[in-house]
């Protein structure tokens, strides 16, 4: 049952998924073997392997999905223009300018040097493409109770560390389809350490729908769970990026 739900959390997890798979054959085969022992209740056995089932599954047909679109992704940035360069000055609270390979120039905002603060909104570009608007709006912090009401089988928040719940809007605007899942959240403390969404697997509460196929144009808003230090917050900072990389910074509050 343990394993089975492991397996299914990390099947919505871009490429983790691929060992994940691995983890809910291995959760099914023992739900099986569980159910055929004697003197032993069945119910859990026969959960454990339902739940091992569709993590197999999930885990099989995201694997494709992510892989598919991510080679779609490369094939498109290879045979388009490469992006211009914007150098033009932006106002607080307004999209960021973006330089090589829609990374924002030093010192604008949405950079380390100028975050954009929060309620704001970045263009993320994929592989020098415009493919998101993300706007990150204030978050909650010390959410761990919440975040275990949610679902009991999240992890807890390594020690030092509670959980913040971060909610973001993701608005596609590439020329297919797009999947917020695509979008990276974390944070980068002010001794550099870097704390990532996927560290501590965690089910938000009114969480964003990861895996949602947006159209151009549509967008998907939640929050986002992530484990960041209990203290220092303040000196902090929200990070975005996408899957080749290219982030961009918010203030911590």
Not at 216 to 226: D, E, F, M, Q, Y
């Amino acid at each position: 049952m343990i394993i089975g739900s492991v397996a299914l959390l990390g099947s919505f997890i871009p490429f983790i998924n691929y060992i994940t798979g691995f983890f809910a054959f291995v959760g099914l085969v023992l739900g099986v073997i569980a159910i055929f022992l004697k003197g032993r209740k069945k119910t859990l056995a026969i959960v454990g392997s339902a739940v091992s089932l569709l993590a197999l599954i999930l885990s099989i047909v995201l694997s494709i999905v992510y892989t598919g679109l991510f080679f779609d992704s490369v094939d498109e940035a290879i045979q388009s223009n490469s992006p211009s360069v914007t150098s033009e000055p932006v106002e607080p609270g307004d999209d960021t300018s973006t330089g090589e390979q829609g990374a924002p120039l030093a010192g604008d905002v949405g950079s380390r040097e100028n975050p954009a603060p929060l309620g704001s909104s970045v263009a993320l570009s994929q592989l020098g493409e415009p493919t998101w608007q993300v706007t990150v709006n204030t978050p909650t912090l010390n959410a761990d109770a919440a975040v275990a009401a949610e679902n009991s089988f999240s992890d807890t928040a390594p020690a030092g560390t509670s959980f913040a719940l971060l909610p973001i809007t993701t608005t596609y605007v590439g020329s297919e389809t797009g999947y917020p899942a695509y979008v990276q959240v974390g944070f980068e403390a002010a001794d550099g350490t870097m704390y990532n969404q996927y560290d501590a697997i965690a089910i938000a509460p009114g969480g964003i729908d990861a895996v949602a196929e947006l159209a151009p144009g549509a967008s998907a808003s939640g929050n986002i769970a992530v484990a960041i230090p209990t203290t220092g917050v303040e000196q902090g900072l929200w990070v975005v990026s996408s899957l080749d990389g290219t982030k961009f910074y918010f203030a911590a509050q």
